[in-house]
């Protein structure tokens, strides 16, 4: 079955940065885009950016523009999100998917505080 496993979360201050990652399994990953999303507290969950199965193209949502970076390893089924610049309304919990599915992981969390 398909499967997310995301990682990378963690506390930083504004300003900071992280890496979050994603490992898919249960599906064909090369062929399929893959998105991040996140959810903050009391906040209906939120698209943050998508990368096409090539990895040519990436879609972010504009208040994360210039600051967090999508790529993706094919042959490592992982897709990474470099997080800069971060700002306290960056705070969620962060997932990833594939286009098409209706599975969520478990998710990781960012926090970002003073």
């Known amino acids: 079955q398909v499967q997310y496993v995301e990682s990378g979360g963690g506390s930083v201050q504004p300003g900071g940065s992280l890496r979050l990652s994603c490992t898919a399994s249960g599906f064909i990953f090369g062929a399929r885009a893959m998105k991040w999303y996140r959810q903050a507290p009391g906040k209906e969950r939120e698209f943050v950016a998508r990368i096409d199965p090539t990895g040519r193209r990436r879609d972010y949502k504009d208040s994360v523009k210039g600051r967090f970076i999508l790529t993706r390893d094919n042959a490592k089924r992982t897709i990474f999100l470099q997080m800069n610049e971060l700002k306290p309304e960056d705070t969620a919990v962060y997932y990833c998917?594939?286009?098409?599915?209706?599975?969520w992981g478990q998710g990781t969390q960012v926090s970002v505080d003073v």
């Open positions: 998917q594939a286009d098409g599915s209706t599975t």
